[in-house]
């Protein structure tokens, strides 16, 4: 067996290990069962490469589920559950709430980061240091289907604070480069603002920076129900498309291929920068730039164990992710879905129908679609059905838009009348995708709701997906 084939076992074990953790309960004597049976086998056994190869998968398995448990339980263990706190808090991150600001802020003294919800004004940005007294709580969750404690606590936000009273101080904590990045994103966003109409400026600052609050809530849902939510989400879902077409208009551009795919690395990066590099965007650009890396190599075929080390790696940082992050569990499978799916498209598909590229943007598409599906289906109970016809429309007009979105918010700093040419044009591309998803979501087949959408029909389906990738890949071997 070759060294890269035990490199990916090991690492799809720890995965597992992970996996197996976030989802059932365990007893922790197992782990340490597990460890002295694979160090007995590798005393005993150490000139069998098969028995090796058995315990060292038995032991990242065990790695897996050990260090996941560590993490769970320090989500369990509060200490300052129920106190009351009087200190000073740095800004960390600020977001829309269901009426106000969702504000999470880190205790110096305490070094433990809590949740604010705050009115709409005053406004508080990343770096702002606050005097805050208040009851420290767990989070709670709101409702039954939706581990909201959980997902916070991914992050590190342990705790709420209740009827919080709070000072603004006139110095500020924040990291020097981030603050300056969010105030540049914020002089962005207002130029943008200036010149392109609603809801079309709602859409151009979600292109560029993510997220969907600006757009009304019947947009929403119509991007919803299109299957298109990921071109405003910060995930790897859209950061893997975006950089397949960020390829695309390289070479039409008139790049060479690697260049083009130099020309796409510098799109993520700014991406994420200009978001502000969140946790998400972060991970989100990882696997953008994994995949982007295995195109540079000409080894798109057989990247797998790039994208399985990128998602290991996250998940030895953060072996939350897996259980509570749904961006995460996008990227990570859409990107996996286009590199496992990529010998078979190239060989049945893309080379027969050339179709101005149009046969890349398909196969592609349904990659991607194959390999979220379910995970869609459980967290959101809905699948488009009419999400790949969307995605065809809408995908290869994206790349266009945040170009001209950027050099529209680019242009309001250095000539304005530039500003409004460059607006005039994305707002035709902006108008162009909003109505197409509003025509494609008035179909009443577009999409279809789940009450409920059980874990184990998740397993099932990745299961039997598992067992036609390696059917087709001995077929094409």
């Known amino acids: 067996m070759s060294k890269s084939r035990v490199f990916f076992i090991i690492l799809l074990c720890f995965i597992i290990g992970v996996f197996v953790r976030s989802f059932f309960e365990m007893d922790q004597r197992l782990y340490f069962f597990m460890f002295i049976f694979a160090i007995s086998v590798f005393g005993i056994f150490y000139t069998d490469k098969k028995a090796i190869l058995i315990a060292s998968a038995l032991f990242f398995l065990a790695v897996g589920l050990w260090h996941t448990d560590r993490a769970i339980e320090k989500t369990q263990n509060l200490a300052y559950d129920g106190k009351n706190i009087n200190g000073q808090a740095i800004v960390q991150k600020v977001s829309d709430g269901t009426w106000g600001q969702n504000v ?6 305490q070094n433990t980061s809590m949740l604010l919800q705050v009115p709409e004004y005053p406004e508080y940005a990343y770096g702002d240091l606050l005097n805050v007294s208040c009851r420290l709580n ?93 071109i405003v989400a910060v995930s790897g879902y859209n950061v893997t498309i975006i950089a397949e077409y960020l390829v ?20 993520i990066i700014l991406f994420v920068i200009m978001i502000g590099f969140p946790a998400s965007g972060v991970r989100a650009g990882v696997m953008g730039g994994t995949l982007l890396w295995a ?72 990659s991607a679609q194959i390999f979220v599906l379910p995970i869609i289906a459980y967290n959101f109970h809905i699948t488009s059905l009419i999400s790949l016809l969307a995605n065809v429309l809408i995908l290869p007009v994206i790349p266009i838009s945040m170009l001209l979105v950027f050099l529209t918010a680019l242009g309001g700093f250095i000539i304005p009348q530039l500003s409004l040419v460059f607006a005039w044009l994305a707002h035709m591309t902006l108008a162009y995708e909003i109505e197409l998803i509003k025509t494609l979501a008035a179909f009443p087949w577009a999409s279809v709701s789940f009450d409920s959408f059980s874990g184990w029909w998740v397993g099932v389906y990745y299961i039997i997906l598992g067992g036609g990738i390696f059917y087709f890949k001995k077929i094409l071997n």
């Open 248 to 267: 695309f208009l390289g070479i039409w551009l008139g790049m060479w291929r690697k260049k083009a795919i130099w020309f796409a690395f510098a799109g």
């Open 138 to 230: 767990q989070i709670e969750n709101k409702s039954s289907d939706f581990d909201y404690r959980m997902y916070m606590a991914k992050d590190g936000v342990l705790y709420k604070c209740d009827k919080p009273e709070i000072q603004k101080m006139a110095e500020s904590k924040g990291n020097f480069f981030l603050q300056n990045i969010f105030k540049i994103r914020n002089l962005f966003a207002d130029n943008i603002k200036k010149v392109i109409p609603q809801p079309g400026g709602a859409l151009a600052e979600g292109l560029l920076f993510g997220g969907s609050s600006g757009l009304s809530k019947e947009i929403q849902n119509d991007f919803s129900k299109t299957g298109m939510t990921h």
């Open 295 to 366: 195109m540079k190599n000409g080894r798109l075929a057989s990247s797998g164990n790039a994208i399985i080390f990128a998602g290991a790696v996250m998940l030895f940082i953060n072996p939350l992710l897996l259980g509570w992050d749904v961006g995460f569990q996008l990227s990570f499978l859409a990107t996996l879905g286009i590199v496992l799916s990529s010998p078979f498209w190239e060989k049945s598909f893309v080379k027969k129908h050339k179709a101005l590229g149009i046969s890349e943007i398909v196969a592609m598409s349904i």
């Open 104 to 109: 999470v802020a880190k205790l110096e003294e």
